[in-house]
Antibody, heavy 119, light 104 residues
Framework: QLQLQESGPGLVKPSETLSLTCTVS??????????WGWIRQPPGKGLEWIGS???????YYNPSLKSRVTISVDTSKNQFSLKLSSVTAADTAVYYC???????????WGQGTMVTVSS | DIQMTQSPSSLSASVGDRVTITCRAS??????LNWYQQKPGKAPKLLIY???SLQSGVPSRFSGSGSGTDFTLTISSLQPEDFATYYC??????FGQGTKLEIK
């Protein structure tokens, strides 16, 4: 059974870089035809797609965040990562990692990790 | 950018009711429309993909329809566990703002 688990600091200072890792178990991150992505949810608000990386390595980012986002894959560790630079309080949110398939939907999700941006 | 607009933003209903939530895209997205259910403190759960395909394990009282710009999620007979927030999503990208379904 596929499982995804987010990890990383729960507190990041303004202007610094938020870094999160998603560890995948029960399946290979190198499997063809899958997308790996990050979605976030500010407290009490809706969902926002951050970006995705295809198994081939192609990346797709939300235009509103593109200048600050990098998503990468480490196949040796079966992990993928998110880096969000120059964070502000507006980046405070629960961050989810997820797997998408050829159905172009996010069928598997991690439990989410809360990241607070504060000095 | 494609914008997704859900209506209503909130809805009160009773167990056994038939409920419909609407999602409109700012331009045609063919059938690249998904529906998710989210309960407080939990990750979203995929209900419907490709506008009308039921995700494995999801009860058949959930159904989706539509194509192009207008889509609907219907719950045929509300159960207590269905009270949650529902989101539509264009493909893997933009989400609607959500519809909170509450008990009347």
């Amino acid at each position: 059974q596929l499982q995804l688990q987010e990890s990383g600091p729960g507190l990041v200072k303004p202007s610094e870089t938020l870094s999160l890792t998603c560890t995948v178990s029960g399946g290979s991150i190198s499997s063809s035809s899958y997308y790996w992505g990050w979605i976030r949810q500010p407290p009490g608000k809706g969902l926002e797609w951050i970006g995705s990386i295809y198994y081939s390595g192609s990346t797709y980012y939300n235009p509103s965040l593109k200048s600050r986002v990098t998503i990468s894959v480490d196949t040796s560790k079966n992990q993928f990562s998110l880096k969000l630079s120059s964070v502000t309080a507006a980046d405070t949110a629960v961050y989810y990692c997820a797997r998408g398939s050829v159905t172009t939907s996010w069928g598997n999700w991690g439990q989410g990790t809360m990241v607070t941006v504060s000095s | 950018d494609i914008q997704m607009t859900q209506s209503p933003s909130s809805l009160s209903a009773s167990v056994g009711d038939r409920v419909t939530i609407t999602c409109r895209a700012s331009q045609s997205i063919s059938s690249y429309l998904n529906w998710y259910q989210q309960k407080p403190g939990k990750a979203p759960k995929l209900l419907i993909y490709a506008a009308s395909s039921l995700q494995s394990g999801v009860p058949s009282r959930f159904s989706g329809s539509g194509s192009g710009t207008d889509f609907t999620l219907t719950i045929s007979s509300l159960q207590p566990e269905d009270f949650a927030t529902y989101y539509c999503q264009q493909s893997l990208y933009t989400f609607g703002q959500g519809t909170k379904l509450e008990i009347k």
